[in-house]
């Protein structure tokens, strides 16, 4: 027989910030990144990543991503920028696109625009009033709907109000089938800039009760 794995426990009530993220992002991986845009009150646009993000729902599309704070305490432009219902696009990040995503994490000073600075090119938006990134193949145009202070941890759902997709991802646009691998989209590993590509995938069946039973039945036989 194949010996037990041993295990390590953790008690995050007894590390530090630094060790309690360094080991979340180990852990969670995959993790989507969210390139939002928001519009700041001086009309200045905001583009900056965030891999603490997901879908959380779909009835209504719901998304959620936690920026952080500066250095300093203050929120980061991101947050300043999405008062309550303010509007916001997550933009997805391809593999081309990864570069200059990461370019946009720089710690730019507040007020100055990452896409201006960068040479982003933008669009208008269609059911917000915030652009999206004109590279980006596919663009969530979201409203902040409720925003979550769990100590200093800021966690921000919005509902997804349009999607504008790159036409060459759509397989079915009559039945809304997506060609994800199209979409080539790259994902957050660990916390020190390494990351994954989504093109390398399996498939697995759902398997009903039904056929659970079935297949339990088969074992007896």
């Known amino acids: 027989m194949t010996a037990p794995a041993s295990f390590r426990h953790f008690d995050f009530s007894a590390l530090s910030a630094a060790d309690r993220y360094k080991l979340v992002t180990g852990v969670v991986v995959p993790r989507p990144i969210a390139w939002v845009t928001t519009r700041g009150a001086d009309g200045h646009v905001n583009l900056a990543p965030f891999s603490f993000f997901g879908l959380m729902g779909s009835d ?3 998304v959620a991503f936690a920026p952080g704070d500066r250095a300093d305490g203050t929120p980061k432009d991101t947050a300043l920028n999405l008062v309550a219902g303010g509007e916001f696009t997550v933009n997805l990040v391809s593999a081309d696109l990864a570069p200059l995503m990461n370019a946009t994490a720089t710690d730019f000073p507040h007020g100055m625009a990452e ?4 040479g982003v090119v933008l669009l208008p938006g269609i059911s917000v009033r915030v652009p999206r990134v004109a590279a980006s193949p596919a663009a969530l145009e979201c409203r902040e ?5 769990i100590g200093r941890t800021r966690v921000i759902l919005g509902e997804v109000l349009g999607l504008t997709l790159r036409e060459d991802a759509l397989l079915d646009e ?7 691998a199209a979409l080539d989209l790259v994902g957050r590993m660990g916390g020190r800039g390494t990351y994954t590509h989504t093109r390398d995938t399996f498939t697995i069946d759902r398997v009903s009760y039904a056929e659970w039973q079935a297949g339990e039945a088969e074992k007896t036989e």
């Open 145 to 149: 709907v409720q925003t979550v202070l």
């Open 60 to 62: 209504p599309a719901v």
């Open 174 to 180: 009559a039945r809304r089938h997506v060609n994800t």
């Open 115 to 118: 896409p201006d600075t960068l």
